[in-house]
């Protein structure tokens, strides 16, 4: 069992940078690919960044490559993702989530345990 906890969101002008940041229990958080996602109310939940546990390059989505990074300390069991140059466009609720798949890992269904998100609004 994993719960995750996010932090760090809130309301912000066009251009401005956030760190989220995501706590895990348990003590096999190396082991979980950790991604992040969002949701608009109406929408499906989309895919934003994720790394996987076994390395390589993080994924990201089109939208957020170049603005958005995902990274992890194993040691305090957090995963983090900073977000730069925001858009009024990137507002959501924004959920982290942990799977115990090394691959594949960029939708919902391959996720096994979910952050009861944090909201990001951005302003224009």
């Known amino acids: 069992q994993v719960q995750l906890v996010e932090s760090g969101g809130g309301l912000v002008q066009a251009g401005d940078s956030l760190r989220l940041s995501c706590a895990a229990s348990?003590?096999?958080?190396?082991?979980?690919?950790m991604g992040w996602f969002r949701q608009v109310p109406g929408k499906e939940r989309e895919f934003v960044a994720a790394?996987?546990?076994?390395?390589?390059?993080?994924y990201y989505a089109d939208s957020v490559k170049g603005r958005f990074t995902i990274s992890r300390d194993n040691a305090k069991n957090t995963v983090y993702l900073q977000m730069n140059s925001l858009k009024p466009e990137d507002t959501a609720v924004y959920y982290c989530?942990?799977?115990?798949?090394?691959?594949?890992?960029?939708?919902?269904?391959?996720?096994?345990?979910w952050g009861q998100g944090t909201q990001v609004t951005v302003s224009s």
């Open positions: 989530a942990a799977s115990s798949k090394s691959r594949d890992i960029i939708t919902t269904q391959r996720y096994d345990y």
């Open positions: 348990g003590r096999t958080f190396s082991l979980y690919s």
């Open positions: 790394m996987s546990w076994s390395g390589g390059s993080p």
